[in-house]
């Protein structure tokens, strides 16, 4: 079965070959097959969270549910950056994060119709995926509370010997809380050591809920809050897959190479409501969502890859192969069974210390 | 009498104080332009403008230690918790400062403020976002703690947490906004501890607050036609105060009792209640009192799995059956 785990892989094998005389990996040249892929795998988590939405108003997804669609280039560029062993760590807006390190859309969608074949067996839901054996180290429903916690596994990375990275994804909305700015300083103070390579990436999609960025703070510019913790920053274009690709290329190596961290602040944009059940959309014009769609970074990265000779039959048959992909993870996650009753007692505590990160970091070395 | 819903009977006991008083404000995440994520809120906004209902960031230790702050101004700050779930955020302002600020201030400055939302589970938001929180909000000497179950409640309740000089913890039904009652118009006060005799009934005593009210309801429906057992409902309404007599009272008539919770059972309102009864009804107890509760883990997502996590009618019955020997087999 067709999934995004080949590409995954495929991506992560980034040899040495990708740097300059400053050994800072760079995309030398375009690589337009690599481009397609990553076509093929923006377009696996729109039907996904298309195919999620409708599953939801059909009441086989329960609970909330937070779809990615206007952010797709995000996670996929940002991810392009990432090594075996580095960790991510997300909020409940996870699907794609989860996708992109590996996680099958069967499990995925099976976990968010509460299935046993799930990627957690159906007991976290569409907000708490994890899979830790690919580096996902979660989603986290409360907002801001996952902030600290990213900052520790950077430490942890450090102490434990590596010279892997965190990234740390946040919202707009999740820099306004307290978890945040604690989490920020400890960053940057540990980061004077080289004991923190964590790389914030602040997902500025315009709105947490309803509350537009100017409603929730008058410091807008969310990547100098940044400035407060001594903590470098830029911004990008988080609609332009090859924008994010570079940056995250040349922002993880540094990271990577200084343990300090680094932040990002990706503008990009929310184009499905808040969560599936919300509907009424006063806080915003339709008009403003037009705009935004115009830039929408499936249609950018559709148009660049015309632009550089890719043929537009071929993009054709990606989206029916996507389509797929999809539809097969619909139909495993509707056949599988529930979970087993007894499941609702099990995982409450640890019964031995099960520390796969540990291992596979242990035997890295 | 008019039929409203819960909805409806919160957003009018708060317009109709804040008409009448100035110094009531509202605050709270996406409560003013998005209408409230429950649209308890909704058209508040539109009617009393933005210094008195005031959206914020996420910020939930931040805006709820500053309604603190305007409370000890004499301002009366209602606080929305958009769910009790991210209260959490803010349990070191309410716990440290809001309850003990008169206490430790010898009396000089008081809080009164209210903190509202929905609390609870039942829809499938799995572990972080489904929490009962009576137990752990009422184990705080200094707070008020308030569960109402039906719309005449939620406003009578919601005018007297208003009106209260100490910080009230308001625990609505989150599952049934939509739930409709009669609910009087213009103003009247339900007082804190006084539970409520929901059904009368004569052999056993059922005792719940919040939406296990309705499912005690409806059990004691099912034991009448289905077991010949009259049962009486109690509904708590006000966990802390604490309507000790009302249990006692009923469980004098009934000899037995059995205590429903989604929360868990460790250190609960549910092992309060058999305290009380064992403390003041001994004598009168035909046997050990029962609690059905929520199951010892956090909240999962999978349908059958949330299911089975909380009491259901079944769970009620074989109680009620065990207390007053009925048990299959037994
Ligand atoms: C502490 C806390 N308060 C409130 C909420 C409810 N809530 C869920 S998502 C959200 C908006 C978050 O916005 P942002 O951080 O920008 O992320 P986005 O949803 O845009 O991805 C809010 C208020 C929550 N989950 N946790
Ligand atoms: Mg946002």
């Not at chain 2, 000890?72 to 606080?79: L, S």
């Not at chain 2, 209260?87 to 201030?105: E, G, R, V």
């Not at chain 2, 052999?203 to 719940?208: E, P, Q």
């Not at chain 2, 609690?291 to 299911?307: D, T």
Request: net charge negative.
């Amino acid at each position: 079965m067709a999934t995004t785990r080949g590409s995954a892989k495929k991506r992560r094998a980034d040899g040495p070959g990708d740097t300059n005389p400053d050994g800072v990996p760079v995309l030398e040249r375009r690589d337009t097959e690599k481009l397609v892929g990553y076509y093929r795998q923006m377009v696996i988590i729109r039907l996904f969270e298309e195919a999620s939405q409708r599953a939801f108003r059909q009441g086989k997804v329960g609970g909330y549910l937070h779809v990615y669609i206007g952010q797709e280039a995000v996670a996929t560029g940002f991810l392009d950056a990432h090594r075996p062993g580095d960790k991510v760590i997300t909020a409940y807006r996870d699907h794609a994060h989860a996708l992109l390190l590996g996680s099958t859309p069967r499990e995925v969608m099976a976990e968010l119709f509460g299935k046993a074949t799930g990627l957690v067996k159906g007991k976290g839901g569409s907000m708490h995926l994890f899979d830790v054996k690919n580096d996902m180290m979660g989603g986290y429903g409360i907002v801001g509370g996952h902030i600290p916690l990213g900052v520790g596994m950077a430490y942890a990375l450090r102490y434990q010997g590596t010279d892997n990275i965190v990234q740390l994804y946040l919202g707009d909305g999740a820099i306004n809380n307290g978890a945040f700015h604690e989490a920020a300083n400890l960053a940057g103070l540990w980061g004077r050591d080289g004991m923190n390579p964590c790389l914030f990436i602040v997902e500025n999609n315009q709105y947490g809920m309803g509350t537009s960025v100017e409603r929730a703070t008058a410091m807008t510019d969310l990547a100098r809050k940044f400035d407060s913790y001594g903590i470098e920053h830029e911004k990008v274009d988080g609609m332009d897959l090859e924008a994010v690709m570079e940056c995250a290329h040349r922002v993880a190596a540094r990271v990577r190479e200084t343990g300090k961290p680094y932040a990002v602040e990706a503008i990009t944009y929310r184009i499905a409501p808040h969560g599936a059940a919300d509907f009424l959309e006063r806080y915003r014009t339709k008009e403003e969502v037009r705009k935004w769609r115009e830039r929408d970074p499936i249609g950018l990265l559709e148009r660049k890859l015309i632009d550089y000779g890719v043929e537009e039959e071929r993009l054709e048959a990606i989206r029916a192969e996507a389509k797929e992909v999809v539809d097969d993870a619909v139909r495993f996650a509707d056949e599988s069974p529930e979970p087993p009753l007894e499941e609702l007692y099990t995982d409450v505590y640890a019964e031995e210390s099960v520390d796969a990160s540990r291992e596979a970091s242990a035997a890295r070395r | 009498m008019p039929v409203t819903t819960y909805r409806e009977a919160l957003r009018s006991a708060m317009a109709e104080e804040m008409e009448r008083d100035e110094s009531v404000v509202l605050i709270g995440e996406d409560i003013g332009v998005y209408g409230g994520t429950h649209l308890v809120t909704d058209g508040l906004l539109e009617r009393f403008g933005p210094k008195r209902v005031i959206d914020t960031p996420i910020s939930e230790g931040g805006f709820t230690g500053a309604a603190i702050g305007m409370a000890m101004m004499g301002m009366r700050p209602i606080v929305e918790m958009m769910t009790w779930n991210f209260s959490f955020q803010a349990a070191d302002q309410i716990i440290q400062n809001a309850a003990k600020i008169h206490y430790f201030s010898g009396g000089q400055a008081s809080v009164p403020l209210v903190i509202r939302g929905p609390n609870g589970g039942g829809v499938q938001l799995s572990a972080q976002h489904t929490h009962s929180l009576e137990g752990f909000y009422g184990h705080f000497p200094g707070l008020k703690v308030v569960s109402p179950v039906t719309p005449h409640d939620a406003k009578g309740m919601m005018i007297a947490a208003i009106r209260d000089p100490n910080p009230v913890i308001f625990l609505e039904a989150g599952a049934l906004y939509g739930t409709k009652g009669e609910v009087p118009e213009g103003e009247y006060t339900v007082p804190f501890g006084q539970a409520r005799i929901a059904r009368e009934g004569t052999d056993v005593t059922l005792i719940a607050y919040g939406r296990q009210v309705n499912l005690l309801l409806r059990v004691a429906e099912r034991l009448a036609n289905e077991e010949k057992i009259e049962a009486e409902v109690i509904d708590l309404r006000s966990i802390r105060p604490f309507d000790e007599k009302t249990i006692v009272e009923s469980v004098k008539k009934t000899n037995r009792a059995v205590v429903v919770q989604e929360q868990w059972r460790w250190f609960s309102v549910a092992s309060e209640v058999a305290a009380i009864l064992q403390e003041q009804a001994f004598d009168y107890l035909d046997a050990p009192v029962e609690r059905v509760s929520g199951a010892e883990v956090p909240a999962p997502y999978a349908r059958n799995l949330e299911q089975a996590a909380f009491p259901s009618e079944q769970q009620v019955i074989e109680a009620v059956r065990r207390v007053t020997y009925r048990a299959r087999g037994a």
